[in-house]
């Protein structure tokens, strides 16, 4: 039983494999937990590399517009979330097939089909399997960014908090970016470094994004 809530803002109910599903919204009693500690808590939808059964033919249908250009997919993803109580969606595309500009237009739409059905607490996190956020990803309302597992260096740690600032987000920046850390694996030991890059004696440089699917 998770018993850390008063440390986290978010948690994201990750999940999904190419042979039992790409969507997987986050279990009754996960999102339960969460909202009486007062934390909001995401689904997935998981696009998993080719080698590992994925393939683009999903991501492309997902990204399909109408003819008035917007996306389908968003008004579903928002009525699933309305519906089962939850906050959002953690979007997990690692087959780097889309253009930059497909899934700033799938965000954009999302926010404004959020806004108007009056679900402003609704987000989108997105994971960019690169270690930075590049010039596509504008710091667009009602998304934050989990940057890759190699993103926990001193230097690239400022430069994409300055980043964020420079956006006229210093407020928030550190809401906005999450620097991944894998601890599935090596347990936060092994991740001594990459903590302490985030957390000096002298003050807090960013925020983690912790993998623990075992928890």
């Known amino acids: 039983t998770?018993?850390?809530?008063?440390y986290i803002d978010k948690l994201v109910y990750w999940g999904g494999s190419a042979g039992e599903g790409l969507i997987v919204p986050p279990s009754p009693d996960v999102t339960d937990s969460a909202h009486r500690n007062g934390v909001p808590v995401l689904g997935t939808v998981f696009f998993p590399m080719t080698a590992h059964g994925g393939k683009m033919e999903w991501l492309n249908k997902f990204l399909e517009k109408d003819s008035n250009g917007n996306f389908p997919i968003v008004d579903k993803l928002i009525e699933v979330a309305e519906n089962y109580g939850f906050d959002g969606w953690f979007i997990?595309?690692?087959?780097?097939?889309?253009l930059p500009g497909d899934w700033m237009g799938f965000i954009e739409t999302f926010n404004k089909c959020k806004k108007a059905g009056g679900k402003e607490y609704m987000e989108i996190q997105w994971y960019n399997n690169d270690i930075v956020v590049g010039d596509y990803m504008d710091m667009v309302d009602g998304v934050s960014y989990f940057l890759d597992y190699g993103s926990n260096t001193v230097s690239n740690i400022q430069s994409q908090m300055q980043a964020v600032k420079n956006a006229g987000m210093a407020d928030i920046a550190f809401s906005k970016l999450y620097f991944g850390i894998e601890s599935a694996i090596?347990?936060?030991?092994g991740n001594a470094d990459k903590f302490s890059n985030l957390f000096t004696s002298t003050g807090h440089r960013g925020s983690p994004n912790i993998f623990n699917p075992e928890e």
């Open 2 to 6: 998770f018993s850390y809530w008063q």
């Open 186 to 189: 090596n347990g936060f030991t």
């Open 92 to 98: 997990n595309e690692e087959l780097h097939g889309a």
